[in-house]
């Protein structure tokens, strides 16, 4: 099964070369990197999942012709977990794709989003086998730079540089503190080999905590941890429809991978490192959906809640190791569980609403919410596969948000059940952040899903709506089945995360009481459906030989309503933002009607966002001009630089003297 | 008593008595305001009309403005099966039940919504944003409020923590359970659309929260929708009613202390809306957060409990 997984990997190289090679021919190319990558996400995918099911672990020496180590790669259950969200989740972004990048055909070379798209999946796929630091390290950045060519895309347009250019800053920052992390612990073990550092660095706290804060902010940043995730909301929405769904789906993912390889190095854990995965979860999850709720950008609404998803999943790694630590195997697997689950849900239901997103912006060339409006009728299929992935994001019942959600829901009651109350306040504080998420979520996605398809369009669009190619709808299906699939029937998607979180928590943990949870679940969506479907009946039935009229809707007696005075996304979102204003970074400009006879009246707002706004742009701009300081020592001439070469051998020459006379 | 006999039970009670909760209400209101006021069973007499009743809909609306009355209500049966009535049991109860309740309000609250925005109109985009803002605002005290519940029991579900009251235990130590229930009081008001918080009476549709969504709906669909609203408000009832009354395990007598317990909720709720007048809007989020502090207080009296 693991040699599915390399042969996928090497498949994807190949055809990336290839789809290089066939640059010339903008349709061929795609052509090869779309059946490559098919192929790819196939076999990997079943090998992951058989791999899964059979419970295997392999291991791979190469000898690498470096002088840092060897290259080991291997897969265990929590590996063969990612692998199946990134072959799922790449699949279906490159059937969308397939039908997506042709409308750029003639305006730019596909080349690079193809070959760039194929190399990206590769390296996810390397960093999950990775089994040395130093491996891991050049896939991780061989993942960064792919990415950041594939958000570059459309690179002739200014801002798209300029979120590029943020991306690659933010994870090359990122990656400074997985350098120091792997340093670290590849110091105290001797070696970079992850089976080495596993033995070693459990052995000192000190070492351990620093491991994990490290890893916080090395992963965080790639995952999209609040503050660390103000590159988020714009390479998201600058990057094609399909590469969105694939950041947003698997790629920030990888964040939570190297925070939970990282956490099985570290041996038992401390319970304050679950409060701080509380805290992270709670604001992120609050935060990221309040700002989504603020936006006006479709793309951008959904780059936020991948902030505020990544918090449930935080949520539900603090729950897990809040339980691990002290010896709840219940909350400990649930937590887990419910986070790893988050992840592949998280991958599916986001992929869907992207490429929803995808097929609004290809068919009426805006992602403007307040442009759009009345898109369900022009196109049912979009807005149908929209409506199930906006429902699944809620965590509604029937659908597969809601089984991982309620899996971090039972874990944390439970745990604040079963805890001590120091340790139990934390969990039920992660109750109190699903909630609000969840409320807030579903106002939002209300928004979304409300005022881009129903109602009327509030601006004559552009150009007529109309479905997208039929690629593009088949992937959007594909990816709705899979949501209602795990929703309908969560026990085998939870049989799947469970060797993955039998590695993380306590092996054998108590899944009992889970497990007739998941059957009740199953029934509760048995009994919605067919309630659903009595009731239907019944009113077709009451209708039947009644009169069914059609009629302007009631317009409270207004006679000469226009579109234009429907609620729009911004009047629906200020007054569920108006309690949190102080949170939300916002500047408006109106002009209100004034007078008897108005006559103009203006209204202009602007969403920033707190954490770049407020507290990463001021720490840059100081630390910018601390280093400007620096500048006396740059005078542009040769004889100063080679003074500076001479007097770095000095200095180290006497040190090492030094040292010498010292032994 | 069998299960399918106890399921046949549960089921009648959720089909038939929300609407008689109406019907007290209003009888409570007219009897406080010295009126003789509408019969006590014309909630049914409304619900029998609409059904018989042709509809209309707007040109602008979708399969979604149909379905958002049948997947509300849908979603408030299979909540009602989750909910334990004349007994401690419930026919769809599991352990983390108290979480799928939650979800399913939120679903029907979703459908509701959506099935307004899809009207177009802006009254009813008025309605959906103002029931988004509070019921996110009201959420947390609710889950908050189901913790507090079952904490004693360890175990996230309605009968766990039904069974694991003690009601011959001293009254300090169902201090936690009388909060939250005060505090589950404060939600049913706030998410039944019930003064202070909206007024289901109101014919101005500037004021209105809940029936400004349901504008344009007619026929069935509205009786659906009538129907939704009072089961809402029989299942909170339900869990107020579990909270502070013990239930012997015998489903008759349970039935009893079900119904007088319904009945007392309802002219309670009657007459609060008597003596109050609608709080201003910007004013709700202060209630709702009064709310979450009453159940702060049922958590905080939980672990000076277990801590003593």
């Known amino acids: ?663 | 008593m069998s299960p399918p006999l106890a399921l046949a039970l549960h089921a009648a009670l959720l089909a038939g008595l929300p609407p008689l909760m109406l019907g007290v209400i209003a009888r409570t209101k007219a009897w406080a305001a010295g009126r003789r006021g509408p019969p006590l069973l014309q909630p049914y007499h409304d619900l029998a009309r609409l059904l018989r009743k042709g509809a209309v809909y707007s040109r602008t609306t979708t399969a979604i403005f149909a379905a958002g009355p049948i997947v509300s209500l849908a979603a408030l049966l299979t909540a009602g099966l989750l909910t334990p009535l004349a007994t401690n049991h419930a026919p769809l109860g599991f352990m983390g039940d108290i979480v799928a309740f939650g979800c399913l309000l939120a679903l029907a609250r979703f459908m509701t919504m959506a099935a307004a925005l899809d009207t177009g109109s802006s009254f009813e985009g008025l309605g959906a944003s103002r029931e988004a803002t509070f019921s996110a605002l009201t959420e947390p005290t609710l889950f908050l409020i189901l913790a507090v519940l079952c904490l004693p029991a360890g175990s996230p579900s309605f009968e766990g923590a039904w069974n694991a009251v003690s009601w011959a235990a001293p009254g300090l130590a169902r201090a936690p359970l009388l909060a939250a229930a005060a505090a589950l009081f404060l939600v049913l008001l706030a998410e039944n659309s019930r003064i202070p918080v909206d007024d289901p009476t109101t014919h101005l549709e500037l004021t209105m929260i809940h029936e400004v969504m349901v504008l344009d709906h007619s026929g069935p669909d509205f009786a659906f929708i009538l129907h939704a609203a009072a089961l809402k408000l029989f299942l909170f009832g339900g869990l107020l009613i579990h909270a502070v009354l013990p239930f012997p395990g015998d489903p008759w007598a349970g039935l009893a202390i079900l119904l007088a317990g319904q009945l007392a909720l309802a002219v309670l709720v009657g007459t609060v809306e008597s003596v109050m007048a609608r709080l201003r809007l910007v004013q709700v989020p202060q209630f709702l957060i009064g709310g979450f502090a009453v159940a702060v207080v049922g958590l905080v009296a939980h672990f000076y409990r277990i801590g003593r």
């Open chain 1, 1 to 663: 099964m693991f040699d599915l997984a390399l042969a996928a990997a090497a498949i994807l190289c190949l055809s990336a070369v290839l789809a290089a090679i066939v640059a010339r021919s903008d349709r061929l190319c795609l052509r090869v990197g779309t059946a490559g990558a098919l192929l790819a996400s196939a076999l990997g995918a079943v090998g992951a999942a058989g791999a899964l099911l059979a419970g295997e672990e392999r291991s791979l020496h190469l000898q690498w012709p470096l002088p840092v180590g060897e290259l080991h790669v291997g897969t265990d259950p929590l590996s063969s977990f990612f692998l199946l969200c990134i072959f799922t989740v790449s699949g279906l972004a490159a059937i969308y794709g397939a039908g997506y990048l042709p409308s750029h055909l003639g305006t730019r070379r596909l080349a690079p989003a193809v070959a760039f798209f194929n190399l990206l999946v590769a390296a996810m796929v390397l960093v999950v086998v990775a089994r040395d630091g130093i491996l891991l390290i050049v896939a991780w950045e061989i993942m960064s730079i792919a990415s950041f060519f594939l958000v570059a895309f459309e690179h002739d347009r200014a801002d798209v540089r300029r979120a590029a250019f943020t991306y690659l800053i933010a994870s090359q920052l990122g990656v400074v503190f997985l350098f120091i992390l792997f340093a670290l612990l590849g110091r105290a073990a001797g070696s970079y080999d992850f089976d080495l550092l596993r033995a070693t660095a459990a052995s000192t706290s000190g070492l351990a905590n620093a491991a994990f804060l490290l890893a916080l902010v090395g992963f965080g940043t790639k995952a999209g941890f609040w503050p660390l995730h103000v590159w988020l909301p714009d390479a998201h929405p600058a990057a094609p429809s399909h590469v969105s769904a694939l950041m947003s789906g698997v790629m920030i993912k990888m964040g939570i991978y190297g925070l939970l390889r990282t956490l099985l190095f570290l041996g038992p854990p401390p319970a304050w490192w679950g409060v701080v995965l509380v805290a992270i979860g709670a604001v992120s999850g609050i935060l990221g959906v309040l700002q989504a709720l603020a936006q006006h950008d479709l793309k951008r609404l959904l780059a936020y809640h991948s902030v505020e998803n990544i918090g449930i999943i935080a949520l539900g790694i603090g729950v897990g190791l809040l339980g691990q630590s002290h010896a709840q195997p219940a909350v400990a697997f649930l937590g887990f569980a419910g986070a790893l689950l988050h992840v592949l849900n998280h991958g599916l239901f986001k992929t869907l609403l992207f490429q929803g997103a995808g097929s609004v912006l290809h068919a009426t060339r805006t992602a403007d919410l307040d442009s759009l409006g009345g898109l369900q009728r022009r196109m049912p299929t979009t807005g149908l596969t929209f409506l199930i992935g906006a429902a699944a994001i809620c965590g509604l019942p029937l659908l597969n948000g809601f089984v991982s959600e309620w899996l971090v829901f039972v874990g944390a009651l439970r745990g604040g059940a079963s805890l001590p109350p120091a340790w139990a306040l934390p969990s039920l504080v992660a109750v109190l952040a699903l909630a609000l998420i969840g409320g807030l979520a579903v106002a939002c996605f209300v928004k979304a899903y409300g005022v881009v398809f129903l109602g009327e369009p509030r601006t004559p669009l552009p150009a007529p709506a109309h479905e997208p190619a039929r690629a593009m709808r088949v992937a959007m299906i594909l990816s709705s089945l899979l949501c209602v699939a795990i929703g309908l029937w969560p026990a085998g998607a939870v049989r799947l995360v469970a060797p993955a979180v039998a590695l993380l928590g306590t092996p054998g943990s108590d899944a009992s009481g889970t497990a007739a949870g998941l059957s009740a679940i199953t029934s509760v969506a048995v009994v919605i459906l067919a309630s659903a479907a009595g009731l239907t009946l019944v009113r077709a039935l009451l209708l039947r030989s009644r009169a069914v009229t059609r009629a302007a809707t009631w317009g409270c007696g207004y006679a000469a309503p226009t579109p234009r005075m429907q609620y729009t996304a911004a009047s629906f979102a200020s007054t569920v933002l108006e309690p949190f204003a102080p949170v939300i970074y916002s500047k408006t400009h109106a002009e209100p009607p004034r007078g008897h006879f108005p006559t103009a009246a203006r209204y202009e707002e602007y969403v920033g966002d707190m954490a770049g706004e407020r507290i990463l742009l001021p720490a840059y701009r100081r630390l910018l001009d601390l280093l400007g300081r620096a500048r006396v020592l740059q005078q542009g001439r040769i004889q100063l630089y080679l003074a500076y070469i001479f007097i770095t051998l000095i200095a180290l020459l006497v040190w090492q003297l030094a040292g010498m006379r010292g032994r």
